[in-house]
């Protein structure tokens, strides 16, 4: 994973802290570089792609809450996602498997019937990149922070 491509990661919650003595600049940079990531968005391996390789990938929803998008999810992501003339089905984003699938409707409850889609890292970061939100101007200001 590219340092640019989870940089944007971290300008999602960017709290100013000092460099504790016991570490170099460099160790502390790794350190908190992982430390935010995983506490705003986490990262994990999908499949995706031609080649069905892993791919580190974040969800949709919780990029969404991240960026602090007022508009619903799903308008949301069939806009900023399905609706993105640059991003390929299966090679940028893929629809997560729901186990509730397949269940009447009305027999499942209201969050068995949420979608979830995983992005890759350089989807994530362009979607960012263009959310109209304080925290997407923040990552179009300092993309590699």
Do not use: C
């Not at 640059?86 to 269940?103: K, S």
């Amino acid at each position: 994973m590219g340092v640019m491509d989870t940089d944007f990661i971290r300008v999602l919650n960017n709290p100013a802290k000092t460099v504790p003595k016991e570490k170099t600049n460099m160790e502390y940079l790794e350190t908190e570089k992982k430390t935010r990531m995983e506490l705003i968005i986490p990262i994990f391996k999908t499949i995706m792609g031609e080649a069905k390789e892993e791919v580190n990938s974040v969800s949709a929803r919780e990029l969404h809450e991240g960026l602090g998008s007022k508009r619903d999810f799903s308008a949301w992501v069939k806009r900023k996602v399905k609706g993105n003339a640059f991003f390929t089905e299966g090679e940028d984003w893929i629809l997560l498997p729901n186990i509730g699938e397949g269940q009447p409707r009305t027999s499942q409850p209201a969050s068995a019937n949420k979608k979830e889609y995983a992005l890759t890292l350089k989807a994530a970061k362009k979607v960012a990149m263009s959310e109209q939100t304080a925290k997407g101007n923040e990552v179009r200001v300092n993309p590699h922070r």
